[in-house]
């Protein structure tokens, strides 16, 4: 199967989300979607279809301060505990703003997956179809950027599938 995966190698149960391309959303065509809940040491596959030449972004934290942030913005759910669907320009009254990290992945990728770790001793070497994400307590930057224009999905290209468990 090919899938993306977000595994949580750190001590504290994470709270992720991530972004895809999304041809039914306009202006900016991606969808984000989440609350993933990770415990310690889990692993989760949270897309489901091809991977390879597709740029992901993702954003997590923790209940401890940790911080998975990048450099584009949008708003998500204020509280983890509230699955969400949304096309990237939306947001509700109960959203806060939030830089995403973009993931781009190689084209010869079938499956990939993201490692969350909070110390460079507990990573493993990167890899094409592995890359682990360290947190940043830095405040947000003063750059906003938005998501480029994905390229078309290929026809019989599977549609992603939320996994929740």
């Known amino acids: 199967m090919m899938s993306l ?3 949580n190698n750190t001590s504290n149960t994470i709270y992720a989300a991530y972004a895809y391309p999304s ?10 979607i989440g609350w993933y809940r990770i415990a310690p040491g889990d692993t989760r596959e949270v897309w489901s279809g091809s ?10 934290e923790d ?8 450099t584009y913005y949008t708003r998500l759910p204020r509280s983890t505990s509230r699955d969400f ?17 973009r993931l781009p992945i190689d084209e010869s990728v079938v499956n990939f997956t993201l490692e969350f770790v909070t110390s460079t001793r507990k990573s493993q070497p990167t890899s094409k179809t ?5 947190p940043s307590k830095s405040g947000e930057s ?7 224009r994905p390229v078309q999905f290929k026809k019989g290209t599977p549609i992603p599938v939320k996994s929740k468990s």
């Open 63 to 70: 209940h401890s301060g940790n911080t998975w942030p990048g």
């Open 85 to 101: 669907h949304w096309c990237w320009s939306y947001s509700s009254g109960s959203s806060r703003r939030v830089g995403l990290r």
């Open 142 to 148: 003063g750059i906003r950027r938005i998501p480029r």
């Open 23 to 32: 041809s039914d959303c306009h202006p900016i065509s991606y969808s984000k």
């Open 5 to 7: 995966y977000f595994t």
């Open 130 to 134: 592995t890359r682990t994400a360290l």
């Open 51 to 60: 991977v390879g030449g597709t740029t992901f972004y993702y954003y997590a």
